[in-house]
Nanobody, 120 residues
Framework: VQLQASGGGLVQAGGSLRLSCVAS????????VGWFRQAPGKERDFVAA?????STADSVKGRFSISRVNAKNTVYLQMNSLKPEDSGVYYC?????????????????WGQGTQVTVSS
C-alpha cells in the first residue's frame, strides 16, 4: 500500500485546510487510517483516525474532523480554526487490521507527509 498525503500549506490562525490521503497499490478499503503530526524536534503525535468509527485527539477535538470516501481510496482531514501550535508535518498512515489506534508503532504503512504552517 502506498499513501500520498497532500493539501498542506501556509494559512493564518483561524483559517482552514483540508488534507487528503490517497491510497494506491493493494486495496486498503478496510484499513484503519490515521493522521499524525510532527513539529521540529518533537515526537510524532496522533491527530485523528478512522475505521468504522473515528477518533480525534483532545487537542483538536471540535476543530478537526476525519472522513473517508472508499470509492476514491481517500481519507480527508478537515482542519478548522487552526492555531500556530497546529503547525508541523502531517503524515497519514494505514493499519491493515482495520482497528483504530493512536500509536505510531501500530501502523503498517506511511505516507511522505505534508507541511502545515499556521501563522499568528
Amino acid at each position: 500500500v502506498q499513501l500520498q498525503a497532500s493539501g498542506g500549506g501556509l494559512v493564518q490562525a483561524g483559517g482552514s485546510l483540508r488534507l487528503s490521503c490517497v491510497a494506491s497499490g493493494r486495496t486498503c478499503s478496510r484499513c484503519a487510517v490515521g493522521w499524525f503530526r510532527q513539529a521540529p524536534g518533537k515526537e510524532r503525535d496522533f491527530v485523528a483516525a478512522i475505521s468504522w468509527i473515528t477518533s480525534t485527539a483532545d487537542s483538536v477535538k471540535g476543530r478537526f474532523s476525519i472522513s473517508r470516501v472508499n470509492a476514491k481510496n481517500t481519507v480527508y482531514l478537515q482542519m478548522n480554526s487552526l492555531k500556530p501550535e497546529d503547525s508541523g508535518v502531517y503524515y497519514c498512515a494505514a493499519r491493515s487490521n482495520g482497528v483504530l489506534a493512536n500509536s505510531v508503532r501500530e501502523y503498517d504503512y506511511w505516507g511522505q507527509g505534508t507541511q502545515v504552517t499556521v501563522s499568528s
